[in-house]
Each structure stands twice: as C-alpha cells, then as structure tokens.
C-alpha cells in the first residue's frame, strides 16, 4: 500500500522515544551519577578535613576524652548518614562512629596510597563493606607530621536513589515531550498528512480519465493552492472530454443522416423502385445531400485550421465600408427571391481597418447567411458600422424568428442549431458561427449576440480602426 509516508512518520516517532530513553538510561544516567558522586565527595571531604582539624586533632593532643570525641563524631555520622572513622598510619582503627569498641586489628593491607591522586575512592573497602560505599579521607597532621587519617564512608545506594529520582524525573520529562510530539503528529496528519492523500486518491482517479472527483480542500497554503489547482485541472480536462465527445457524436450525426438518404435513393433507383421519369427528382436530391456534405467537411477544414495556436492572419488595412457593400452584393439574388431588403448604415465614406480581409468577408458572409436564412420574406436587414475608442463596430441586424434565451450561449459550438431553425433550414450545419467566433478571436477582437426569440437577432463584432494612412 503507498501509505509510506505516514508509516515512516509513525515510525520516526516510536524511534524518537525510543532514542529518548535509552539517551536518558545511558548518558544521562551515566552523567548525573558521576556528577552527584562528585559533589557527595566534595562534601564528605570537607566534613573530614573539619573533623580531621578539630575533632581527631585534639583526641590527639588529647585535649578531649575519648568518649567526648566519640559522641561528637557519631553525631556528626549520623547527620551524614555514613560511618566516620579514625584510623591509625598502620590502618587500625581508634575511633568508629558505629561503635564504641573498634576491633583491635589493622585494617588488612592499608594502604593510603591506594587513593592516587583523588580524595575518594568508590568499592567495598578492603572487604570491609558488603555493598559500595563512597571513601573519602584527610590526613590528621600534627606538628607536621601525619599522625592518622579521618575515614568517612557513605553507601553508594544511598546516592543511586538519589541518581534514581533524577533519572525518572528525566524520564517524566521525556514522556511529556513524547505526549506533546503526539500533539504535533495528530496536527501534522489532520493538516498534512489527509489532504495529501485526498489529493492523492483524486490524482489516482484522474489517471483512470474520471474527472469527475473533486478534491475538498480549502485552505490558504500551498496545500489549499495544489488542490484547487487540481479541481480546475480536472475540470477542465473533464469539459475538454465533454467537449470531444459531444463533438464526436455531432459529426457523425451529421454526415450519417445525408449519408444514409443517398445511399436509400441510389438503391432505389438501382432496383427500380423509382422509375425511370423520376430519377431525376431523386438525383436531385442526392446532389443536395452531396453539397450538404460537402459544405460540412469544408467547414470541419476551416475550423480545424483556427483550432490550432497562432492562427496565421493576413493583416492588411482596407476599406470595411466597401467590404460590406460587396458581400451584400453577393446575396442580391436570394434576397429578391425571399423579397429582402437590405439598410447600410454606415459611419464616413471610408472607414479602413486593419484585419484579414478574407476571413472578414467570410465572417460578414456567415453573418448576413444567417440573418436572411433567420428572416421572414418582406423584412429588412440593417448593417451597422460605428467608430469609438480605436475601434469599429460592425452590426448585422434582422427582425426574424430570433433566438431562444437557453440557446443564445450554445450558438457559439459547433453543430449547434436551435430547434427554432431545425425546420426553416435543413441545409445548416451549425459550424457557421463556431468559425465566425474562432476569426474574431483570432484578431483578438470580440463578438456579441442581441437575440429575443421572435422578434429578431443582432450580433456586433469589433475590428481595430486602422491609423491614418500619410500619403
Ligand atoms: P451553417 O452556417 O453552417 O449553414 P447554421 O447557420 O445552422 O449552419 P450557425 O451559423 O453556426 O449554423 O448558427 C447556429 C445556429 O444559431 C443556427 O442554426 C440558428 O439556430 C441560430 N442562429 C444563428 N443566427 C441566427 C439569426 N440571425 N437568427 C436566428 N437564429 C440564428
Ligand atoms: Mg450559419
């Protein structure tokens, strides 16, 4: 499963504590023992030089009796917590805080020396201790001359528990950072971790082509940015689909249907079903079919070619004035027919733009096609130009059956046609207006349709004026 990464995180933090507290039973333990050793020492090692200066000195100079220096120094034990001796340069023992009748013999194998350099020595003590005890000494000098030592003895379990305390202190300590770095995991997956994973199983779905899931994360970092960035991603691509597929099904439709007429009329003719004198009527119609066909794979050409970036342009300035007028010309023979007339209002007797004349003739073609294919016989259709702000407005205006409110914003796709239209004209592909919008935008120019259903449709398009020409 590609749960890695919360996995290795689980796993950082059961390291953490486990690291923790071996750091805590090793170094700090080590540590902390050698360091209350130390200072038990230093402080048993001014006790000994006290009772050594004062005590042990005047037991020898006995300016004190035995049993007075006895009952101080037990005293001071006992406050201590440890055994104080006074022992002899041979190791036997005169004075013992525990008790009132030392034993004669020497202290087997004494040696001062055994300290080295150090005031204090840890172990049992010559075999004298049946645990550890911490030993630390100070000569009695008198005259100069060292006439015995003062021995003080504390048990070292005494300083391990206190070493123990510390330690779990310590490791109360640990425990607390532990919790707290659990705080910062539950943050860290709450605010990390899920949303990754969101993103992750919709990025999973979007690799199957399912682009329908959306990513729920709103919040105002870079995780809130990725994801919504994500969600327009897919929806996008999840139109750019729709798109494809609605254009797809659209294409077929369009050439199954004269398809399948042609091919009905020709075996019929074939086998005889039509009869000879009305073949003709028949091979009419096939014909139409064939134009319809025809019309449709030219306009599929054309659109393709503005499909792609960088459309090339022929830019030139010339007069859409006398554009206009041409391409009006070039419907008179339909217009008389539906009995059309046609109203050129326009500004100055040139007004020159510059653009791609042939797409723009092509343009004002599909335009005024439309608007006589749209229009009632005995109306009129007006051509507007107007000049404002660098730019020339071009309107094609008819009082024909008009558009329906819920078709105005589809007009604009490709095999799209109202149902309005459907009847008036069988002819229609629907890509008219898509390669009319694809040469507007390609001028980086804009196109916008007026429509209310029934009582006619006025589209205007922009085109830049063109500079004064200096002849
Ligand atoms: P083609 O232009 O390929 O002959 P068409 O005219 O049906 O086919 P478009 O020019 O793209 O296709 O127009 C799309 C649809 O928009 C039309 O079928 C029609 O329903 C609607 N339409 C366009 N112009 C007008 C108009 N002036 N009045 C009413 N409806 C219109
Ligand atoms: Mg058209």
């Not at 640990?174 to 990025?203: D, H, M, N, Q, S």
């Not at 919040?219 to 750019?240: C, P, Q, R, V, W």
């Not at 369009?254 to 009329?265: E, M, N, V």
Request: glycine share 6%; net charge negative; hydrophobic share 40%.
């Amino acid at each position: 499963m590609k749960r890695t990464l919360y996995l290795k995180l689980l796993l950082g933090y059961v390291a953490f504590g486990i690291l923790g507290f071996i750091t805590i039973a090793t170094f700090t333990s080590h540590h902390s023992m050698n360091y209350i050793e130390t200072k038990a020492a230093e402080n048993l090692y001014r006790e000994s030089n006290l009772i050594a200066s004062n005590y042990a000195t005047s037991y020898y100079r006995q300016t004190k009796t035995l049993e007075d220096v006895q009952s101080q120094i037990s005293a001071i034990a006992t406050y201590l917590n440890a055994d104080v001796w006074v022992v002899d340069t041979k190791g036997k023992i005169l004075i013992d805080s525990a008790s009132t009748t030392p034993s004669d013999t020497p202290i087997k194998d004494f040696d001062i020396t055994s300290f080295g350099t150090k005031y204090y020595l840890v172990g049992d003590f010559y075999n004298l201790y049946s645990e550890d005890v911490l030993t630390v000494f100070s000569p009695i000098t008198i005259n100069y001359k060292v006439q015995g030592y003062v021995l003080i003895h504390q048990p070292v379990a005494q300083l391990t528990s206190f070493n123990n305390g510390i330690l779990n202190i310590s490791y109360m300590t640990l425990a607390i950072i532990f919790l707290c770095a659990f705080v910062v995991l539950g943050l860290f997956t709450y605010t990390v971790y899920i949303p990754i994973r969101k993103i992750t199983e919709a990025a999973k779905e979007y690799a199957t082509g399912d682009f329908s899931k959306q990513i729920n994360i709103h919040k105002n970092d870079e995780i809130g940015y990725l994801a919504a960035s994500l969600n327009f991603m897919a929806t996008e691509l999840s139109t750019l689909e729709e798109d494809q597929r609605k254009f797809i099904a659209n294409v077929s439709h369009d050439f199954r249907s004269p398809l399948t007429s042609i091919k009905g009329y020709i075996e019929a003719i074939m086998d005889g079903t039509i009869p000879y004198e009305m073949q003709d009527k028949y091979l009419n119609i096939i014909l139409f079919e064939t134009e319809r066909l025809n019309k449709l794979t030219q306009g599929m050409l054309e659109l393709n070619k503005y499909g792609k970036k960088g459309t090339m342009l022929d830019i030139s300035r010339f007069d859409i004035n006398n554009t206009i007028k041409m391409v009006v010309q070039s419907f008179e023979g339909t217009c008389t027919q539906k009995k059309i007339s046609f109203e050129l209002i326009l500004t100055g007797q040139t007004l020159f733009v510059s653009a791609d004349m042939s797409k723009i003739q092509q343009v004002l073609y599909n335009l005024i096609d439309n608007a006589i294919k749209f229009s009632h016989a005995d109306s009129s259709i007006t051509i507007e130009t107007t000049e404002k702000n660098e730019k020339v407005f071009v309107s094609v205006k008819d009082t024909g059956i008009g558009i329906p409110k819920d078709s105005i914003k589809k007009i604009w796709e490709r095999f799209y046609k109202t149902d309005l239209s459907r009847g008036k004209d069988k002819k229609g592909t629907g890509l008219g207006l898509a390669i009319v919008k694809e040469i507007i935008s390609a001028h980086n120019e804009n196109i916008n349709v007026i429509s209310t259903e029934g009582v006619g449709t006025e589209f205007i398009f922009t085109l830049p004026l063109a500079e004064e020409k200096n002849e």
